[in-house]
C-alpha cells in the first residue's frame, strides 16, 4: 500500500479515467447503454457507476475506492448521510427476531437506531459497557446477528477493544459494524483487528470542510452487495456534487488530521489540570483510563475531546458562550473549531431518560478545528477562568 496521502490523491485514478486532472462532475441522473446485454449488465452490477445514480456514479465510484484503500478494505460504498449508512447497513444485515448488541456511550443518533427503530421492527438490543469486552461476549444470545461498535465514543471517548469484540463475534457468526468517524482510517483501521464493515458520518472529518453532508461504509464485496441492494429501496443516494465534494475534501485528510490530531491533545492537556474543570475525556491522554489500549490501536487521538465542568449544566452553557474560535454547532471533524452541548443537541433523538443516562449535564463536546494551537488553548483556557469569577 502507499503512503496515505499518496492514496487520498490517487487511489481513484483508474476507477473512471479521465484526462482531466480534477475530476469532473457527472450531474446525470442516468446512463444510456450501447445495448442490451450492456443495459443488463449495468442494471445487475453492484455499487457500479454507468446506469443509474442511485445505483452509482461515477463521483461515488472514485470516492469509495479512496475509502476503501484507506480503511484497508476490499470495497467501500457512500449514502447520502452517516445516518443513512448506519441504517442502511442495519436494515441490510438484520431482520425481524434478530438481536443486536450496542454501546452505552454512542452517537445519539446511533443510540436512537438501537433504542427506538429496532425494536419498532421486531429487532431486540442490548447496550453494554464498552470498556469491559467481556460484556460484549455476555449480551450475546443465539439470535445475535450484529454487534454495533463505536471508538472512540461519542461523546465520552471511551475506547471499545476492537480486536477482542472482532474475535469473540466471528466465533460465533456475528457481523461487526464500527462507527470510525472520529478516528478516521488515519488514525484508526478496525479492518485490521478483524471488524467487518466500517462506517464513516464523512460530512465530518472525511470532508473536513462543513459543506457536504454524506456517509460511507467500507468491508467485504459480499457484505456491501447486500447493503447496496438495501440502499437501492432506501434511496439515501449520494448527489454528484456532494461527492465530487466529498473527495476534494479527501485529497487533504492526512494533513488535516494531523493537525487536529494536535490541537486536540494541546486543549485535553491544558485543560486537565483547570480548577473550573471537573474532568476531561481524550485518549490521548496518559490519565484516560484506557490510553494503553488508545494506543494499542490508534496511531493519533483526533480532535474531539469533552469537557465536565464543576459548575454543571449553567457552566458547561457559560463557556460555550464564552468561547471565540470555536462556534456552537453540532457538527465536527471541519477546519474550523466547533462545539456544543450534547445533552442539548440529542433531544431530537432520544427522550429525557435517555440522554440523562447518556451524559452528564455539564459535559461540552470540543472539536478542535486547524487554526493555531496557541489561539484554541489560549480561548478554551480564557473562558474556563472566566467561570471561576461568574456570580452562582
Known amino acids: 500500500m502507499s503512503g496515505r496521502s499518496t492514496v487520498t490523491v490517487h487511489a481513484d485514478r483508474l476507477v473512471h479515467p479521465d484526462a482531466a486532472v480534477a475530476p469532473p462532475i457527472y450531474q446525470t441522473a442516468a446512463f444510456s ?31 469509495s475506492a479512496v475509502v476503501a484503500e484507506l480503511e484497508g478494505t476490499e470495497a467501500a460504498m457512500v449514502t447520502a448521510s452517516g445516518m443513512a449508512a448506519l441504517t442502511t447497513a442495519v436494515l441490510a444485515l438484520v431482520s425481524a427476531g434478530d438481536h443486536v448488541i450496542g454501546q452505552k456511550s454512542t452517537y445519539g443518533g446511533t443510540a436512537s437506531v438501537l433504542l427506538n427503530l429496532l425494536p419498532r421492527l421486531g429487532v431486540a438490543t442490548t447496550l453494554v459497557d464498552q470498556r469491559d469486552p467481556l460484556a460484549f461476549e455476555r449480551a450475546v444470545t443465539p439470535k445475535t446477528r450484529l ?26 457468526g456475528i457481523t461487526t459494524l464500527a462507527d470510525n468517524t472520529f478516528a478516521t482510517p488515519l488514525n484508526q483501521r478496525p479492518a485490521e483487528f478483524g471488524v467487518d464493515v466500517v462506517w464513516h458520518s464523512a460530512t465530518k472529518y472525511l470532508n473536513g470542510h462543513t459543506d457536504v453532508s454524506a456517509g460511507a461504509l467500507a468491508g467485504p464485496a459480499e457484505i456491501l452487495d447486500r447493503i447496496w441492494d438495501t440502499s437501492l429501496l432506501t434511496g439515501a443516494t449520494l448527489g454528484p456534487v456532494d461527492a465530487w465534494l466529498l473527495l476534494r475534501g479527501m485529497r487533504t485528510l492526512p494533513l488535516r488530521v494531523a493537525r487536529h490530531n494536535a490541537n486536540g491533545l494541546a486543549l485535553a492537556q491544558a485543560l486537565a489540570e483547570h480548577p473550573a474543570v471537573a474532568a476531561v475525556h481524550y485518549p490521548g491522554l496518559e490519565s484516560h483510563p484506557q490510553h494503553k489500549l488508545a494506543t494499542d490501536q490508534m496511531t493519533g487521538f483526533g480532535g474531539v475531546l469533552s469537557v465536565e465542568f464543576t459548575g454543571g449544566f449553567e457552566a458547561a452553557d457559560a463557556f460555550l458562550g464564552l468561547l471565540h474560535y470555536s462556534r456552537r454547532s453540532a457538527s465536527l471533524g471541519g477546519v474550523e ?29 470540543l472539536a478542535a478545528g486547524t487554526e493555531d494551537t496557541a489561539d484554541l488553548v489560549d480561548d478554551a483556557v480564557a473562558a474556563a477562568t472566566a467561570l471561576l469569577t461568574r456570580r452562582p
Do not use: C
Open 147 to 172: 454487534i454495533l461498535l463505536e471508538t472512540p465514543s461519542n461523546p465520552l471517548l471511551h475506547v471499545t477493544d476492537l480486536r477482542a469484540v472482532a474475535d469473540l463475534a466471528r466465533d460465533r
Open 337 to 365: 473549531s466547533l462545539a456544543v452541548h450534547p445533552a442539548s443537541m440529542w433531544r431530537g433523538m432520544l427522550s429525557d431518560e435517555q440522554i440523562t443516562d447518556a451524559v452528564p449535564p455539564g459535559l461540552v463536546r
Open 33 to 63: 447503454a450501447g445495448d442490451g446485454e450492456a443495459f443488463a449488465r449495468g442494471a445487475t452490477e453492484p455499487r457500479g457507476k454507468g446506469f443509474y445514480t442511485r445505483f452509482g456514479n461515477p463521483n461515488h465510484a472514485q470516492v
